[in-house]
């Protein structure tokens, strides 16, 4: 509480019974000027604590917008570095794809992937092929439960460049664009299902 002590008339002495005139006009005076600080010094610490509290409610849906664009943003990357990973090699390094997508996948993915990969290697490696994905765009379809979700959907949308040795001077191009189911394991995304949205031949006819 802020009750500043004070002095009134009736608290001041005098040896006659009416007191003296400058006591009866100065004294009310001080009294008035204390009591009117100290309303206004609530006033003002009551509105300072309205305040602090408007701003405190508004802020927390600004924080949480933060926090799911952050999340957001780490599922993108998370999306678009595993296109890149997984569908990048040539016939020097697709023994090790798999060892290499497998920090991007989860779930029972991770093991297709991983037999998809020992079923083609043999026969890529031997006509030489080589990959190279480049990431064009990539984005969040859904993320249930904001910043807090454990499920989400992405987008890519990529360029896919592949040669042979037969094919070397002309490569095969392709536009391709997937939908990416991802997981949260503990502080990362990984992706447990993809699907081909688009598929587009660019490949030059001669």
């Not at 309303?39 to 508004?58: E, T």
């Not at 990431?135 to 993320?143: I, P």
């Not at 439960?145 to 989400?152: K, L, P």
């Not at 997981?183 to 001669?206: A, E, F, H, N, Q």
Request: aromatic share 8%.
């Amino acid at each position: 509480r802020l009750d500043a002590p004070f002095t009134t008339v009736s608290n001041v002495s005098s040896a006659s019974d009416t007191p003296p005139s400058s006591v009866r006009h100065c004294c009310p005076g001080r009294s008035s000027a204390r009591a009117l600080v100290s309303v206004s010094v609530v006033s003002v610490l009551a509105s300072f604590v309205a305040a602090g509290a408007f701003a405190g409610a508004a802020a927390q849906p600004y924080l949480m917008d933060r926090a799911t664009v952050a999340t957001k943003m780490r599922i993108a990357e998370t999306a678009a570095g595993a296109i890149t990973t997984l569908w990048s090699y040539t016939p020097e390094n697709m023994d090790t794809l798999s060892d290499r997508s497998s920090k991007y996948l989860g779930g029972d993915f991770e093991q297709q992937y991983r037999k998809f990969v020992d079923a083609i290697a043999a026969t890529n490696k031997q006509a030489k092929v080589s990959s190279i994905t480049q990431v064009v765009g990539a984005g969040v379809e859904s993320l249930p439960g904001g910043a807090a979700g454990t499920e989400a959907t992405a987008l890519v949308y990529t360029n896919t460049t592949s040669t042979t040795a037969q094919s070397s001077s002309i490569p095969a191009m392709k536009y391709l664009s997937y939908r990416l189911e991802l997981k949260r394991y503990g502080r990362d995304w990984r992706v447990t299902r993809m699907t081909t949205v688009t598929s587009l031949d660019l490949t030059p006819k001669l």
